[in-house]
């Protein structure tokens, strides 16, 4: 029983260490229709290393804010054009039909936090980003 205490003790005192600091305080949201989370565009591509990037605005965002860089589509899908014009075609000759030929970065995402808002469309970011992402893949952060 004294080793189950101890080791939730331990277990306890430790999750302290795997969490983001309170920049803002504790989240309480008292009043209706308050904005919690914001987003916008990436404008330009980036490429892993960047610690700068380039987005659609800059207002809201802080210095320590944690932000998330998402890259939400962009993938490459086989696509057959008498889907769209057959219409007595029951199902389609190519059981291929809708794979993914390429995912182009969709699906990439990372943490980062904001270390300076260097302008009205700029970001820099504490550390490099470490992968690719692009304007054509409707990238947010």
């Known amino acids: 029983m004294k080793k189950h205490f101890i080791f939730f003790l331990i277990l306890i005192s430790s999750l302290s260490l795997f969490s983001q ?41 802080a210095v320590g804010d944690l932000v998330m860089i998402i890259q939400m589509q962009g993938a490459s899908v086989r696509a057959n054009k008498w889907w769209f014009t057959d219409t007595t075609a029951t199902a389609p000759p190519d059981t291929s039909q809708g794979y993914i030929l390429n995912y182009n970065e969709a699906g990439n995402h990372e943490f980062a936090q904001v270390n300076s808002v260097l302008s009205a469309n700029s970001l820099s970011l504490d550390c490099g980003i470490l992968k690719k992402y692009t304007t054509v893949g409707k990238t947010q952060v």
């Open 21 to 61: 600091r309170g920049k803002d305080g504790a989240g309480n949201i008292v009043a209706a229709n308050t904005i919690v989370n914001l987003y916008t565009p990436l404008t330009a591509s980036i490429n892993a290393g960047a610690t700068s990037i380039s987005v659609g605005s800059t207002v809201g965002f």
